[in-house]
């Protein structure tokens, strides 16, 4: 009966003094709807990687993560089938919007761009082509939709009016910088962190990261060596699922269709890979570590 949140892929327990365990599960959404298939491990390098990004981001704003291994699990959260997908954290206040920030224009950013010129009421150059690298990272904050509905891009005005201008402000900042870290690391390891989104909350008036980190669920990463301007790159994210997803005709309407061995395999093994070549160390030894 702790349970007090079921999303797409995780689900969030209470289980007193102010703390949650998060269980990340491999199911995997697209276009807001949950496929019918798992993704063997997903949710363990959800896990691991957001571990990683909390760790390295930690001079640069507070996080919600007490612990990951089982061992610093509560009684009843130690079970070996949970090694890796389990996070326990600090509750949160959390904030009504998506943190947005966007270093390559593609997905909603350049669709509103096509449309507008602007994405988020931001205004960007002309002439740009889809993945075009931006001159800047911006940040384009989304609202906070209904598990099954779309987020939807609003303005940084819109931002003020739901947290207030010096909440707003530092939002934008904090969001920028740990992008802006991210993509330098990401590009070490010879990947382009093309978007990312965020969660914060406030814990006793302090602006606190939660939720996930510059996961394959949360960004969109590809390749640098086969980045080209005027094409959706391949990359380490769900984009190769929605790519086969698009491939069948779907509707994007619910239920999604099974994936096939293939789809799900070759899915795992991108999100395997941006796992091993973002943090250089192997997906198998962080699952022994998480065990421990």
């Known amino acids: 009966m702790s349970l007090i949140l079921r999303g797409k892929v995780r689900e969030v327990h209470d289980v007193g003094d102010g703390r949650l ?12 709807v949950v496929m019918p298939t798992e993704i063997p491990g997903k949710g363990q390098v959800l896990t691991g990687l957001s571990v990683h990004w909390f760790a390295r981001m930690a001079d640069l704003v507070p996080n919600h993560l007490l612990g990951w291994r089982l061992s610093e699990m509560p009684d009843g959260w130690r079970k070996k ?25 593609i997905g909603s950013g350049w669709r509103d761009y096509q449309a507008t010129g602007a994405t988020s009421g931001v205004t960007l150059p002309p002439g740009l082509e889809q993945a075009d690298r931006l001159p800047e990272p911006i940040f384009t904050p989304a609202a906070k939709a209904e598990v099954g509905e779309h987020d939807e891009n609003i303005t940084m005005d819109d931002v003020v009016s739901a ?12 969001s920028i910088a740990v992008y802006e870290r991210a993509a330098a690391d990401c590009a070490k390891a010879g990947i382009i962190l093309a978007d990312t989104k965020f969660e ?70 991108r999100y395997v890979e941006a796992y091993e070549r973002i943090t250089g160390a192997s997906f198998d030894e962080w699952l022994k570590e998480a065990a421990e």
Request: proline share 9%.
């Open 163 to 174: 947290v207030g201008p010096d909440l707003a402000a530092e939002m934008e900042r904090v």
């Open 200 to 269: 914060m909350g406030v814990a006793q008036g302090t602006l606190t990261l939660g939720d996930e980190v510059c996961t394959p669920d949360s960004s969109r990463f590809w390749p640098a060596d086969t980045w080209q301007p005027g094409t959706s790159p391949p990359s380490f994210d769900k984009q190769y699922l929605r790519d086969w997803l698009d491939g069948t005709g779907w509707d994007h309407s619910p239920p999604g269709p099974e994936l096939p061995a293939d789809v799900v395999a070759g899915t795992r093994e």
């Open 81 to 105: 089938e949970l090694a890796g997908r389990v996070m326990l954290v600090k509750a949160l206040d959390m904030l009504p919007v998506e943190c947005v920030v966007r270093g390559y224009l």
């Open 21 to 32: 365990v998060m269980v990340t599960s491999d199911r995997i959404s697209a276009y807001d």
